[in-house]
């Protein structure tokens, strides 16, 4: 998925609700955890003023229509609250816009068997597979894999690289 499409869908859901979009949406290369954020300041009598919508290149390159829009719409909730009520929290006033929009409140949304966000060092249970940590960055763990166990089964862990 391109930016221009992700940006044409929050100016489709701005519309829809006569809430215009005035703030720039883009990728962030530096994103490494979050999938999106809407960035913000506090004006001087302390109201919050939206700067910016800015999504994961991760996210944006993988995801599929129907994970975008649902990321989509949780950041316009976002967007939304801010704009209307002053409030850049997971509020109950958020949780509102989140049921107008028809999305999760969850902020990672449903747990998907496909990764959005790549780690460059996966660690498994070489017995049952299942993930046991995630690292972006090189660590005693990763320099150290053969003298390492799980606590699941006990078994020997299995160290991926992605490059």
């Given at each position: 998925?391109?930016?221009?499409e ?19 949406i ?38 599929t ?32 816009w ?33 993930v ?7 660590t ?24």
């Amino acid at each position: 998925m391109k930016i221009e499409e992700v940006r044409k869908m929050c100016e489709d859901l701005g519309d829809a609700y006569s809430i215009p979009v005035y703030i720039p949406i883009d990728v962030n290369p530096r994103m490494k955890r979050a999938q999106a954020h809407v960035r913000y300041t506090r004006g001087l009598g302390g109201e919050i003023l939206p700067l910016c919508i800015e999504f994961n290149k991760q996210v944006v390159e993988n995801a599929t229509k129907e994970e975008m829009l649902e990321l989509v719409k949780h950041e316009m909730a976002h967007y939304f609250a801010m704009v209307e009520a002053n409030d850049p929290r997971h509020s109950a006033y958020w949780k509102q816009w989140c049921r107008r929009l028809g999305c999760s409140t969850k902020a990672r949304g449903e747990k998907d068997e496909r990764q959005l966000v790549t780690f460059k060092y996966m660690f498994y249970c070489s017995n049952c597979g299942k993930v046991l940590a995630r690292r972006h960055r090189e660590t005693k763990w990763s320099r150290n894999v053969e003298r390492l166990t799980s606590q699941c089964c006990n078994a020997k862990v299995r160290l991926v690289v992605h490059e």
